[in-house]
């Protein structure tokens, strides 16, 4: 059951302001608290319509009483508007060990299953943000247990896939988390290859959920078998009111060379691998890569782990040149960071698809990325905690790029 509650804009507003000025904080700094409270209500409006039960509250006799005026029950969820294509799936498995030694015996502490791939980790994120909101595109297979489980944890959580079952096995990613240093280490077994007819099929139904999707994020890399025309034949098929995403730097080209891609999403490093650019500098990269692969619509957002994030857009009155936003991130105690990264696409998309601005939308990804770095499960994470790191999270002034 998803229960949205709901209060007057105008009066949740004050509270917050009322709030801030009590517990100290001055005018201009609970200002800028209603601010942010009004930027994350946008983001979390378009949920409503998927709410099972929606409950107005109106202002009660304390300070942080409500009464609820009236309810609504729904009768059921509107069909979803983003589409996640991720066709590299993987059964995760996630070990704590007190030590990791190499060339040793390593015994865990303790063990936990949950669905990887970057494509199932946006989906999983996305529906946090609106139950019901994503499809999720992707191959399984039959042999094993791998893919059923996967398919019964999406199930589960709500999210509706488009699937096409395979002959072959799905694929198996372990972590590695050594709780003494805090560091990582993945295993990630080959994907089994996938037959031309499954390729086809999936492909075709892809393309038959394209007209009703406000947003598509296309994800990671491809199986064996499967080719980058796939991805090539999403873009060119998008609906023209529809955002799409690109988190991916291998196999591209062909996605890119049409020239739809909204947003590219990519790490630095992938970022000089994708230009071909070598050493640090990440605004002759990106300048490379804006003007050889993006349209005036478009934009680079780049991550960088905990450190900052920069956007770079089209400058917004000088044609010829660009225009970067940093991003500076609060430090976290981070728990397990896998899935942070599609954490953000999902979250950015969501912002994007939702009409909001790029720098907005990016805050937001950055927020979700940084809220799920705090759970054990990858894409997991809590909205309350995203919308915390959001009004923490400070820009840069935007800088002009030759």
Same mark, same amino acid.
């Given at each position: ?20 000025? #009590? ?9 800028? !608290? ?13 949920? =409503? ?6 409950? %107005?509250?109106?202002? !009660?006799? &304390? ?20 589409? =996640? ?8 498995? #996630? ?23 970057? &494509? ?9 943000? =609106? ?38 096995? %799905?694929? %198996? ?38 007209? %009703? ?11 064996? !078998? ?83 994030? #920069? ?92």
């Amino acid at each position: 059951l998803c229960l949205m509650l709901r209060c007057e804009e105008s009066e949740a507003l004050q509270r917050v302001f009322n709030r801030k000025v #009590t517990n100290g904080a001055s005018e201009e700094q609970a200002a800028k !608290g209603q601010e942010v409270t009004q930027r994350i209500a946008d983001l979390v409006k378009g949920s =409503a319509s998927r709410a099972d039960v929606q409950v %107005t509250l109106k202002g !009660g006799s &304390g300070a942080d009483a409500f009464q609820a005026s009236d309810v609504t029950i729904s009768n059921g969820h509107p069909p979803p508007s983003l589409l =996640a294509v991720g066709l590299n799936p993987a059964f995760q498995k #996630t070990l704590q060990l007190p030590t990791f030694t190499v060339n040793n015996v390593n015994r865990a502490s303790s063990v936990s299953i949950s669905c990887g791939g970057k &494509g199932q980790h946006v989906a999983i994120a996305a529906n946090t943000m =609106a139950k019901g909101s994503t499809i999720i595109a992707h191959f399984l297979g039959k042999r094993g247990e791998q893919g059923k489980t996967i398919h019964s944890l999406l199930e589960d959580a709500g999210i509706q896939q488009a699937v096409e079952w395979t002959d072959e096995g %799905t694929r %198996t990613c372990t972590t590695l988390l050594d709780l003494a240093t805090n560091q990582m280490t993945e295993l990630i077994e080959p994907s089994d290859t996938v037959s031309a007819e499954a390729v086809a099929n999936l492909t075709r139904t892809v393309h038959n959920a394209l007209p %009703t999707s406000k947003g598509v994020a296309l994800c990671g890399t491809f199986p064996p !078998g499967v080719d980058e025309s796939v991805y090539a034949s999403v873009a060119t098929s998008m609906p023209p009111d529809a955002v799409l995403l690109l988190d991916g730097f291998k196999g591209v080209s062909a996605t890119l060379a049409t020239g739809r891609v909204d947003c590219l999403k990519i790490n630095s490093e992938e970022l000089h691998m994708l230009t071909g650019i070598e050493g640090d500098d990440d605004d002759a990269a990106a300048s490379k890569c804006i003007r050889q692969h993006l349209s005036a619509r478009g934009c680079l957002a780049i991550t960088r782990g905990p450190a900052k994030a #920069t956007l770079y857009s089209h400058h917004s009155s000088e044609a010829d040149k660009l225009e970067a936003v940093d991003f500076e991130i609060p430090p976290l105690d981070a728990v397990n960071p896998i899935g942070a990264g599609d954490t953000c696409t999902a979250g950015m998309l969501y912002g994007l698809a939702g009409g909001y601005a790029q720098v907005d939308a990016f805050r937001w990804g950055l927020a979700c990325a940084s809220a799920s770095c705090l759970s054990l499960k990858g894409a997991d994470f809590a909205l309350s905690k995203a919308a915390d790191i959001y009004a923490g999270i400070t820009l840069s002034a935007p800088r002009t790029i030759a």
